[in-house]
């Protein structure tokens, strides 16, 4: 992990195409803004994992046969 300090107005850039400019700052919470091409998906990492498993309880092979048997009819 790479850990920077930024001050409130500055920025960083990733891949010449992300920047994350920190907005505010107040006690412990951090404001950021994230200008990012709109096909680049941003999730709270929370909602993130959430997804992922959702994901893999859809992959379940419980869920993949009862797909499977949709098709066969």
Do not use: W
């Amino acid at each position: 992990m790479l850990a920077l300090s930024r001050k409130k107005n500055e920025a960083l850039v990733i891949n010449n195409n992300i920047e994350i400019t920190i907005l505010e700052i107040k006690g412990d919470q951090v404001k950021i803004g994230i200008t990012a091409p709109k096909e680049v998906p941003i999730y709270r990492k929370e909602v993130y994992l959430q997804i992922q498993k959702e994901n893999e309880e859809a992959m379940s092979s419980d869920n993949l046969v009862a797909l499977a048997d949709l098709f066969r009819k």
